[in-house]
T-cell receptor, first 112, second 115 residues
Framework: SQQGEEDPQALSIQEGENATMNCSYK?????LQWYRQNSGRGLVHLIL?????REKHSGRLRVTLDTSKKSSSLLITASRAADTASYFC????????????FGAGTQVVVTP | KAGVTQTPRYLIKTRGQQVTLSCSPI?????VSWYQQTPGQGLQFLFE???????NKGNFPGRFSGRQFSNSRSEMNVSTLELGDSALYLC??????????????FGPGTRLTVL
């Protein structure tokens, strides 16, 4: 079973716009990670945020974490056609080695 | 540094057969995790190995098994294949250290089709 849900399931934007997707989860976590996947290929790690952190930046990516609401958001600024992909959040529970629990993902399409 | 490699990339089998998938982690990584990805169930954790020991296991039947060698390379075996085993199988490697910062790096996956 999956840990949580992502919202929206799909997102269609134009180049230059910002894309925001949200992730909710159910149990206490150690960290939350975001991954990108292009067309059924391997997952690419984007960013990891620990449970005691509230916000993290990496290039055009901004991730927030609200442990009281058990939710996270990923913002991609100034999107490019190359950002077209599926984005997944994954959580690591405090007692669970090596196990990422993934959400269902958000499919993002960026139109030139 | 070379990334995670998986072999083979594509595999076609028939029901009842068995299959072995291989994963070579990033050099220096001691943890290997396996995941199954299907359109219906999404990404699901199979198991994790660290220093040749299974440290964690998901909710899959006993037909799914794995092992890790002393060089951290890992194999996953599925016996008595069923149609529902058709999926993209992904492995990921990590240092396997502190939970709070341990990042998993994924291979390209093995696409298994069961006919």
């Amino acid at each position: 079973s999956q840990q949580g849900e992502e919202d929206p399931q799909a997102l269609s934007i134009q180049e230059g716009e910002n894309a925001t997707m949200n992730c909710s989860y159910k149990t206490s976590i150690n960290n939350l990670q975001w991954y990108r996947q292009n067309s059924g290929r391997g997952l690419v790690h984007l960013i990891l945020i620990r449970s005691n952190e509230r916000e993290k930046h990496s290039g055009r990516l901004r991730v927030t974490l609200d442990t009281s609401k058990k939710s996270s958001s990923l913002l991609i600024t100034a999107s490019r056609a190359a950002d077209t992909a599926s984005y997944f959040c994954a959580t690591v529970r405090t007692d669970s080695w090596g196990k990422l629990q993934f959400g269902a993902g958000t499919q993002v399409v960026v139109t030139p | 540094k070379a990334g995670v490699t998986q072999t083979p990339r594509y595999l076609i089998k028939t029901r009842g057969q068995q299959v072995t998938l291989s994963c070579s982690p990033i050099s220096g990584h001691r943890s290997v995790s396996w995941y199954q990805q299907t359109p219906g169930q999404g990404l699901q954790f199979l198991f994790e190995y660290f220093s040749e020991t299974q440290r964690n296991k998901g909710n899959f039947p006993g037909r799914f098994s794995g092992r890790q060698f002393s060089n951290s390379r890992s194999e996953m075996n599925v016996s008595t294949l069923e149609l529902g085993d058709s999926a993209l199988y992904l492995c990921a490697s990590s240092l396997g250290g502190a939970l709070s910062t341990d990042t998993q790096y994924f291979g390209p996956g093995t696409r298994l089709t069961v006919l």
